[in-house]
């Protein structure tokens, strides 16, 4: 486990320390040196010195609090999609999240909130130190736009989970600066729209193997289409899913192999946390992603396990089914067989990594990506505002792009979706987002954000009025003074 921070120590730690690292060939810019520590009064001279800090930026998306329980707990445990996992005893707390019965002093909301203001803040090292760097321009200019697009990302997560957050755009340079108010979501939305739109002016369409996984245009325009639906803003969604949707990308053949650690990276793929297994640098190989959700007792600890409710979700015969959830005493394509003595009926195959690769003394699956933004998600997103915008025709042209991938050569099952009545095209583009994007943190929200929270989830809990944010964390309202305020209901 690791121990929660307070946002004012976010702020003032320099943050780099044991996280810098260096690129050279593919994911080398994962392997942070375990015991790099340069001390903040010597850094920021050289190009070298922002590769670091610029790299910190994306080892720390791969911390505890980013892709392990803080991180389930918020995007995940409140949805009709998850169940807590494990056994009935074993983290007690997430049924807090589960049934709605949370409040602010609970240490995952601390955890999480703590995660994305550390990104924000190595972000924001960044974007005030490298402008004053003698160094190739055109580099710096990409190292900037690399900030903002992390920095929108974390915001991104924060304005879902909190609602009005701070606005942090620059490192305090006193004490009169830590202490600051919330904006209102719609001004943090604003601030992720300026940020991505910057990025995508300067990103590059793709990067060579030495730089795999670092943010490109599409990730950028992507991810601003996604903060637009959550606006409704549905011609900027259209206009920006389309542009992404000549970029190159395409939908990887194999829905279950998409998710595998020798397919990351692919040409669907818009963004992923990186992560990798160096046998020879345990500190470099800390994403808990996977071993969170790993079978108990076999290659993991066995949270966040795929409901009922999900398994029932998927048409007969959807490939998708048992390529997102792998059930008790089934043997994997792999050839990995799930014992029937294991606590939980199901588990996330998303998130799954082949038992044999597991080395002892390292985190079960700690070279698992995750998966932030797929080519799949941009075509529903696409077929979602052409829907609202009253074009059925590019609605269905890009949702049943999605179902062809999906059923692949077979031709009795998934057929194409044909209906031009716009309530019963939704329906089905919120079905499919449903299957298709299963256990990859987007359920809860997309539920919420579509108006339908209080019948999806009303029978765990979820109130109105309340329940459309978690509370802010206490402890950020208490050494805010009372500056910071919390959300109605808490």
């Known amino acids: 486990m690791k121990k929660n ?36 009064v010597t850094f920021w001279k050289t190009q070298d010195d922002a590769l670091k800090g610029v790299n910190a930026m994306y080892a720390n998306l791969r911390s505890w609090d980013n892709v392990a329980f803080n991180a389930i707990a918020i995007e995940s445990t409140g949805s009709d999609e998850a169940d807590k996992g494990s056994t009935p005893t074993d983290a007690t707390f997430f049924n807090l999240f589960d049934q709605f019965t949370v409040t602010s002093t609970q240490g995952s909301l601390q955890g999480f909130w703590t995660g994305q203001y550390q990104n ?64 209102d979501k719609a001004n943090v939305y604003a601030q992720i729209e300026k940020d991505l739109t910057e990025a995508a002016t300067v990103l590059p369409q793709s990067y060579g193997a030495a730089d795999l996984g670092r943010a490109t245009r599409g990730a950028a325009l992507g991810l601003k289409a996604k903060a637009a639906m959550y606006q409704k803003k549905w011609a900027d969604v259209l206009a920006l899913t389309n542009q992404v949707m000549v970029l190159g990308y395409d939908l990887f053949s194999d829905y279950e192999k998409l998710f595998r650690t020798q397919n990351e990276n692919n040409v669907e793929s818009l963004f992923e946390v990186q992560a990798e297994l160096l046998q020879s640098n345990g500190d470099a190989s800390n994403s808990q992603y996977s071993q969170v959700q790993g079978v108990a007792g076999v290659m993991g600890w066995g949270f966040n396990t795929p409901s009922a409710e999900l398994a029932s979700a998927y048409e007969s015969g959807d490939p998708r089914r048992d390529a997102t959830i792998l059930f008790r005493g089934e043997t994997t394509p792999q050839g990995d067989l799930v014992p029937t003595t294991v606590p939980n009926e199901r588990y996330n195959q998303k998130s799954y990594v082949p038992f044999n690769t597991r080395v002892s003394g390292f985190n079960e699956g700690a070279q698992q990506n995750f998966r932030v933004l797929r080519f799949a998600d941009i075509l529903l997103m696409n077929a979602e505002a052409a829907n609202e915008l009253g074009n059925p025709t590019q609605a269905l042209t890009s949702l049943n792009r999605v179902r062809r991938r999906a059923r692949g050569n077979n031709a009795n099952i998934l ?22 994007l299963a256990m990859e943190n987007d359920r809860y929200f997309d539920v919420i954000r579509q108006g339908r ?25 208490d050494l805010s003074g009372g500056l910071l305020k919390q959300n109605p209901g808490y």
């Open 5 to 40: 921070i307070n946002l004012q120590s976010c702020i003032i730690a320099t943050a780099l320390g044991s996280m810098l690292f260096t690129a050279s060939c593919k994911k080398d810019f994962l392997n942070v040196p375990p015991q790099a520590q340069q001390p903040s």
């Open 120 to 183: 924000i803040n190595l972000c924001n090292q960044v974007l005030d130190n490298v402008p004053n760097i003698t160094m190739d321009a055109a580099l710096k200019s990409r190292f900037l736009a690399e900030a903002k697009f992390i920095r929108a990302y974390s915001y991104f997560r924060l304005v879902r989970a909190y609602g009005n957050v701070p606005l942090r755009l620059n490192v305090p340079k006193d004490n009169t600066e830590y202490n600051i108010r919330q904006s």
């Open 415 to 436: 057929p194409d979706v044909t209906t031009t009545d716009q309530t019963a095209l939704r329906n089905a583009i919120w079905k499919e987002r449903q299957v298709e």
């Open 453 to 477: 929270a209080l019948q999806v989830f009303g029978p765990k809990g979820w109130k109105a009025n309340k329940n459309e944010v978690w509370p802010i964390p206490q402890t950020e309202i």
